[in-house]
């Protein structure tokens, strides 16, 4: 019917070329400069931290990185844990987070159920911050 077969032969056909996928061998221009500095896991254990998403009152999200206390917040003292208060020149002042907004994660994981399994694991998270100098 006049169609040709893909594998027909062609002398004009270009040749078919097999591709495997495998790692390829890593390319120096990829690879990090002598003067560039070194990532946290290459100089040795990294700072605490506490990292607290909140909720905003329109709904977004915002992650804030505490490496230092005091936080200076003042949260309410049940579930869900809302900012009610900030102690001005403390980390939580500094780091811009704001009255009403509502923690959501705690380290990357959900809030616990209860709000002492809660204050708990703020608190023992605190605990591992260096102090803020005053």
């Known amino acids: 019917m006049g169609n040709t077969a893909c594998c027909s032969e062609d002398k004009a056909a270009l040749p078919v070329e097999t591709a495997v996928a495998a790692p390829s061998p890593p390319d120096e221009s990829e690879q990090k400069p002598a003067d560039e500095p070194k990532s946290q896991s290459e ?64 380290n990357g994981s959900p809030v616990p159920a209860t709000f002492e399994e809660a204050l708990d694991l703020l608190k023992k998270a605190v605990i591992e911050l260096k102090q803020m100098p005053s």
């Open 43 to 106: 100089t040795g254990p990294k700072e605490p931290a506490l990292v607290l998403t909140f909720e905003l009152p329109d709904k977004t999200m915002k992650e804030i990185r505490f490496e230092e206390s005091p936080l200076g917040i003042d949260f309410s003292r049940s579930l869900p844990l809302v900012v009610k208060r900030l102690r001005p020149n403390t980390c939580g002042d500094k780091l811009g987070v704001q009255s009403d907004w509502v923690v959501a994660l705690i």
